[in-house]
């Protein structure tokens, strides 16, 4: 066997595509490490709503003012956080990135990865605290909630929907930073609120620790863990004697810089995760099978393609417990009559 083998399989996984399977039978007679696989049944945590969680809401941008000025959003998304995500038009409009050359070959060991894409996504403060995401394509920030229907951002803007009207078309002013006010029109997605499930789901969530096995042929060469201490990631690697022949080394598992220390997830489809190395990208979910726990993740090139491009997205399984959520994910490939596989277990915990 040779390394460049198994660098081909996670090179596939990680850039062309992360295809779970259902690996039941092939779980017969494998000795799987306790924690690695979900339970089989799917049941609700006991987290309770978010201080916003009403507000938490999205406006799709249908008409803006006159016509004759750009559109300074193209959407705008309230959680129940208090913070606020800004889609500019420019992120509707954005190619697709190429892949960069030099990515790690360990990038499927863990789910809620960078998406090693050129150039990354960047992060910039703002003065007033507004992150800015991806060179403008995104500005995330909080909200405060000044009464029913109107709310002041911290980029310096405001909203004020109409009537306090949240659900269909509704007419809102934006006062943008200048003090200039626009009435624009849009449609509002709210209906998730009486949904048990999403409301588990879509928060905000820390990271506690992940676990990574990586497999060929049934044999675990490669074991890795990374977990939180004082703010700071900590992580252990273990290889096995082939592992280190085939040329392996720690960081081809894990890096401290690609884990995701917080995640949110949007009730109106969007995830967005926060970087050790303060690194932020946005990406897009759904529920594929609601009822056993199912999730699929669409990295940040694929957010609003609609080419069902299915080279970049990953099913993963959810399973709550109390005021924790588990993601697991498991994803094999067959090279050279070689079986490789990545099982792996990331834990977060509801509130920041």
């Known amino acids: 066997m040779k390394r460049n ?19 039941d039978d092939n779980d017969q007679g494998m000795n799987l490490p306790e924690g690695s696989k979900p339970s089989t049944k799917f049941t609700l945590g006991n987290c309770e709503d978010e201080q916003n969680a009403k507000d938490a809401i999205k406006m799709d941008v249908k008409t803006w003012g006159d016509g004759k000025t750009d559109k300074e959003f193209a959407s705008i998304e309230l959680f129940g956080d208090g913070h606020f995500l800004i889609t500019t038009p420019n ?81 809102v002013t934006y006062t943008n930073r200048y ?38 042929n049934n044999n675990c060469f490669a074991y890795g863990k990374q977990w939180m201490k004082y703010g700071r990631v900590m992580q252990e690697v273990t290889l096995s004697p082939e592992a280190k022949k085939w040329g392996f080394e720690e960081d081809d598992v894990l890096e401290t810089d ?19 190395d303060h690194s932020i990208e946005v990406g897009r979910w759904e529920w594929t099978d609601m009822k056993n ?9 694929d957010l609003d393609d609609d080419d069902d491009d299915d080279d970049d997205w990953a099913d993963v399984t959810v399973r709550f417990d109390g005021k924790q959520m588990h993601l697991y994910h498991d994803f094999m490939d067959e090279e050279n009559d070689i079986m490789f596989r990545a099982l792996g277990v990331s834990t977060f915990s509801a509130g920041f």
């Open 5 to 23: 083998i198994i660098y081909s399989f996670f090179i596939a996984l990680a850039c062309i595509g992360f295809v779970a399977c259902d690996n």
């Open 91 to 171: 992120a509707l409009n954005a190619p697709k990135r190429a892949t960069d050359g030099t990515r790690k070959a360990n990038r499927p060991a863990s789910i809620l990865k960078k998406s090693g894409k050129s150039p990354m996504p960047t992060r910039a403060n703002i003065d007033n605290g507004t992150e800015d995401i991806d060179n403008g394509l995104y500005i995330y920030g909080t909200y405060t909630r000044v009464k029913d229907g109107v709310y002041k951002l911290s980029n310096n803007t405001m909203i004020e929907i109409k009537d306090g009207v949240v659900k269909g078309t509704a007419t």
């Open 179 to 216: 003090g200039v006010s626009i009435t624009i029109t849009v449609s509002i997605d709210y209906n998730y609120k009486q949904d048990a499930a999403i409301r588990q789901l879509c928060r905000s969530w820390k990271f506690n620790e992940s676990e990574v096995w990586l497999y060929a």
């Open 258 to 276: 690609d884990c995701c220390k917080r995640i949110v997830f949007s009730p109106c489809g969007r995830y967005i995760c926060f970087y050790a």
């Open 293 to 301: 726990g199912v999730l699929r993740l669409w990295e940040p090139v």
